[in-house]
């Protein structure tokens, strides 16, 4: 996502070329185009904010994402590594994620992302 706003925001457009937040660059995307999860139930639209807030409480600037290690060296998301973390499960919930995105983005190529 660039600094190009989206139809309908003319003048209200936030500069997000910077942003890594998955939280706060879907809360952009939220308000951009209140529409681009239309097709999700409401229980849907919850299960997919919680587990992407989730990430995002873990990996702030998504940081694990794109560098195995910080400029520290310390390998990235080294807080988990303290916790029970069930990969099997991550694997499902990113991949539940990724087909939700999908939809989202199915959404948006036919025209859901006007504003309304």
């Known amino acids: 996502m660039g ?3 989206a139809r ?8 997000i070329e910077k942003e890594h937040s998955l ?3 879907w809360k952009v995307l939220e308000k951009r185009c209140p529409r681009c999860d239309s097709w999700a139930s409401d229980e849907q639209k919850r ?4 587990l992407l807030f989730e990430l995002d409480a873990q990996d702030p600037n998504s940081q694990a994402g794109r560098y195995p290690h ?5 390998p990235t998301l080294a807080g988990l590594a303290a ?5 099997g499960l991550f694997k ?11 939809c989202v983005k199915k959404q948006m ?3 859901g992302w006007d504003a309304a």
């Open 3 to 5: 600094q190009a706003p």
């Open 8 to 15: 309908g925001t003319q003048g209200s457009q936030e500069n």
């Open 23 to 25: 939280k706060k660059l």
């Open 47 to 50: 299960g997919f904010r919680d």
């Open 70 to 74: 910080d400029v520290r060296h310390d």
């Open 83 to 87: 916790t029970n973390v069930d990969l």
């Open 92 to 102: 499902h919930n990113i991949r539940k994620m990724h087909g939700y995105l999908g």
């Open 109 to 111: 190529q036919d025209g």
